[in-house]
């Protein structure tokens, strides 16, 4: 058997066959990737996917939106430095070979054979940019054959600073970002022109493993890395031993720099709503700049006096620190009253834990933050401020839902008192009966005409806030009060231009609708400001602007809310569980929410510079504010109250 083997290698016909057969194989293979390969014609117009920026009303970048993070930087503007560190580490030869690097490849097989394992590559610059372009990352023949061809045709049709220009703007670097200025600003907070020499060894160490090396994830492995280039640098004289020698003792940085932003409610809204108008895709990589509605200070205080609320409510009923579901949820939102534009908004402790917007979409019980809007009906349909209710306890025996007795918070009952004093004092016994009074088809209308667009049942729990709604459906009805009658449209976006500044889409014009009188509006804001002076809201009556404002608390502590306004803001602040349970006793709307709400209007306060206008046909007029009447010689406790002009009380209070 052995000796018919030895004729059969002898014959040279039998080795001419086989390696005809084996040409041929090949030839077949490289005809099919020939043909197969992909256009690079459109790298004549090279542009890689961008970022798009989120913009506050005052133009300050505060999110960025992209698929791929890049930011685009011209061969010019990379310092030499920078360009010769990723030289030293990926390809020395890049001025010097045709694409191709002959003797790497021999080196690189050599190295393999001895150690007969895939130990090491020998991919150039180009051949790394035509597959991070143009092709998969599978191990085949196949793949390589269309690698080694596109990589002499971009040689052929590109220069070599146009290569190294591509290969620069394109190589991924970890932390999500492509191209040497993305990676700089993710690593080091700053632009490529600012980096240090050890900077740019690191950076330089990244595009063989971005993972394996990523001085956050692997410090040690990094500092080796980074340290070794740094050593090929002055080997190759590209930096003095001194330079070398002080660049080594540079630390790694420790964390990524806290200006990259962590995407929030208010972002992902943009998003969402921008998706209705444009391609998502444009959204992602297009370059744009989205001119928001946001005042980023504001929506930062936000964030500080959401979790300030949060953590004082866990310290009050000693919930963990570290398991953070078993806390209550929080948000709130923030309008301009003139023109509708939310300059900032909070859905929830955290949007990384759940992305559901509390503030837009949870439809939770108002309590009796929902009293000004009752009160309202009544003061359209012709009451004053003095207009007596009574306050003694109720009860009703329905035949459909049984026995009801609604109560005061407080248990007490303080018989006759005006309007005002009402509102003052949250009274529930006397919001039953001004809605018996008005009727719940009159105040479901006014419901309607100020904004609430939620389901609304027939019967007299709603004056108590038993209707669910929304935190912005709120604010929209209490900024109504601020501006004058007016209901203006809730936006998130101002416009959205492209790389030269071209507007793109634009925010059609901010529509708003006269819904009530001036003088009901401002007589409404008068007693929600008497509400922050005597009532509720006195913990809020230290701040250092006009404001206005109510608690809401349900019967069962399952929600708090507070709403309130400056003349130029209305902010609503909601606390509770999603899964409906009670906050605990004493978790009202001044405690749960109306000190967080306090700290945001703190903010405000400071840019405040506006005061409630008093509408042509408003008086003040002081009265007794027990009664109601005219100050008389029993009277004591004077204020100052607005009256549509010829509704004033004409008589002096009684003797108490």
Known sequence: MLTKLKEHIKRPWLWTIMGGILFGNICALALSTLTDLPQIDKLQDFQPKGITKLLDHNGKVVYEFFRERRIPIDIEKIPLQTQKAFLVAEDWDFYHHFGIDVTGIARAMLRNLIERRFAQGASTITQQLSRVLFLSSEKTISRKLKEMF??????????????LHMYLNQIYLGEGSYGIEAASRSYFGKSISELSLAENALLASLPKGPSLYSPFANPERSLQRRNLILSWMKNRNVISK??????????????????????????????????????????????????????SGLQQTMEEAIEKGLMAYALRHQLSMKDRSLWPQMAAIAMDTGNGEIRAMVGGQAFAQTQFNRSLYAKRQPGSSIKPLLYATAIDSGWTQSHLVEDKEISFDHPQFGYWAPQNYDKK???????????????????????????????????????????????????????????????????SFSNLGYLVSPSFIQRVTDQSGRVIWENPEKKSKKILDSETAYIMTDMLQAVIQRGSGQF????????????????????????????????????????????????????????????????????????????????????????????????????????????????????K
């Open 242 to 295: 001194i330079e070398y020698e002080r660049a080594i003792e540079t630390p790694l940085p420790i964390e990524a720099p806290t200006s990259r932003k962590k995407q929030s409610y208010f972002s992902h809204h943009v998003v969402e709503k921008l998706s209705e108008y444009l391609n998502p895709e444009d959204i992602y990589q297009g370059y744009l700049e989205i001119h928001s509605t946001m005042d």
């Open 150 to 163: 596109l990589t002499i045709r971009i040689e052929r049709n590109f220069s070599k600073k146009e290569i």
């Open 540 to 655: 809020a009556s230290d701040l250092s602007c006009p404001v206005a404002g109510k608690t809401g608390t349900t019967n069962d502590y399952k929600d708090s809310v507070f709403v309130g306004y400056t003349p130029s803001l209305v902010v609503a602040v909601w606390t509770g569980f999603d899964q409906r349970k009670d906050l605990g006793f004493g978790e009202t709307g001044s405690k749960a929410s109306g000190r967080v709400w306090k700290d945001i209007m703190s903010y405000q306060c400071r840019q405040e510079t506006q005061v409630f206008s008093v509408p042509p046909g408003i008086e003040m007029v002081d009265i007794d504010h027990d009664s109601g009447l005219l100050p008389g010689k029993y009277c004591t406790d004077i204020v100052q109250a607005a009256f549509k002009k010829g509704s004033a009380p004409t008589r002096p209070c009684p003797k």
């Open 413 to 479: 009952y303080d018989g006759w008192m005006p309007l005002r004093v009402a509102l003052e004092k949250s009274k529930n016994t006397t919001a039953i009966r001004v809605l018996q009074d008005q009727g719940i088809r009159s105040f479901v209308r006014m419901l309607r005409t100020l904004g609430i667009e939620s389901e609304i049942p027939s019967n007299l729990t709603i004056a108590l806030g038993s209707s669910g709604m929304t935190m912005l459906e709120l604010a929209r009805a209490y900024g």
